[in-house]
């Protein structure tokens, strides 16, 4: 399976951005992840097949994610980002046999 994201890009602090993440395959488990500079990747949201969703702390009141499973198809909505969201953002999918596929990226920037 082969993961894609895209919609990253340059927003002012307070903007919005929405990332997408389109796979080739239908995947059981599907996320977001970020890593900053220095720092390491770790989760932003989560969403499984059924539905199941689940969020870094404190990222659930400006994120949604969502997925849409007849386009394979993946959605990261930020609200009122801020400086501190600034981060590489890669999709990630694990089928249920626990095999792990990443996408390549986007670059995301909160800046004035």
């Known amino acids: 399976v082969q993961l894609q994201a895209s919609g990253g890009g340059l927003v002012q602090p307070g903007g919005s951005l929405r990332l997408s993440c389109a796979a080739s395959?239908?995947?059981?488990?599907m996320g977001w992840y970020r890593q900053a500079p220095g720092n390491q990747r770790g989760l932003v949201a989560s969403v499984t097949s059924g539905g199941t969703t689940d969020y870094a702390d404190s990222l659930e009141d400006r994120f949604t994610i969502s997925r849409d499973n007849r386009k394979n198809a993946l959605y990261l909505q930020m609200n009122s980002l801020k400086p501190e969201d600034t981060a590489v953002y890669y999709c990630?999918?694990?089928?249920?046999?626990?095999?792990?596929?990443w996408g390549q990226g986007t670059q995301v920037t909160v800046s004035s």
């Open positions: 395959g239908r995947i059981y488990f």
């Open positions: 990630k999918g694990r089928s249920r046999q626990g095999d792990v596929y």
